[in-house]
């Protein structure tokens, strides 16, 4: 059984990696063809990315990692 001092470094860690991660927020979603892309906010940069690069974000990937280039809107 682990102690309550264990239990407490366990908690506080886990709320340290959430608070790290990155905020994504959908701001527009665009379906055409059969494909998705969604334009999404990430630390005030806006960026189009398709369903597999949307779920790395969530997973707490930067865009920096994922080698994306900001949105350009017209």
Do not use: C, N
């Amino acid at each position: 059984m682990a102690s309550p001092v264990a239990r407490e470094k366990s908690r506080r860690a886990a709320v340290k990696t959430a608070l790290e991660r990155h905020k994504v927020y959908v701001t527009a979603q665009r379906f055409s063809g059969g494909s998705y892309s969604a334009r999404v906010l990430v630390d005030g940069e806006a960026y189009w990315v398709d369903e597999f690069r949307l779920s790395q974000l969530r997973q707490g990937l930067s865009p920096a990692e994922l080698e994306l280039t900001p949105a350009i809107d017209d």
